[in-house]
């Protein structure tokens, strides 16, 4: 069994700041891309930043600029430090990574989300 685990939602003000984190976990052999999304109430989920195992990275135009996303291949953790936060960044953080997983004996593709971490901006 493969899981994400993500952590570091909360209350900021507009302006401030956050980090959240990413852990993946169980029988993985590797992983490629990592990434993040959000779906705010009343909307879809939309794509906010991946992350390649190279390290290249991509961006919502929304978030350009603001926020950076980062990872730990050795720990299988991926980030997204948040900065200069707005009212309309509020929403709820989804993790996503796809790469190889293994039940033995064979490997298989896989694609898994983590359960979501709320971001709430507001003063």
């Known amino acids: 069994q493969v899981q994400l685990v993500e952590s570091g939602g909360g209350l900021v003000q507009p302006g401030g700041s956050l980090r959240l984190s990413c852990a993946a976990s169980g029988s993985i052999i590797s992983i490629n891309t990592m990434g993040w999304y959000r779906q705010a109430p009343g909307k879809e989920r939309e794509l906010v930043a991946t992350?390649?195992?190279?390290?290249?990275?991509n961006y919502a135009d929304s978030v350009k600029g603001r926020f950076t996303v980062s990872r730990d291949n050795a720990k299988n953790t991926v980030y997204l430090q948040m900065n200069s936060l707005k009212a309309e960044d509020t929403a709820v953080y989804y993790c996503?990574?796809?790469?190889?997983?293994?039940?033995?004996?064979?490997?298989?593709?896989?694609?898994?989300w983590g359960k979501g971490t709320l971001v709430t901006v507001s003063s």
């Open positions: 992350i390649g195992i190279g390290g290249t990275t």
């Open positions: 996503n990574a796809g790469g190889v997983r293994s039940i033995n004996p064979y490997a298989y593709g896989m694609e898994i």
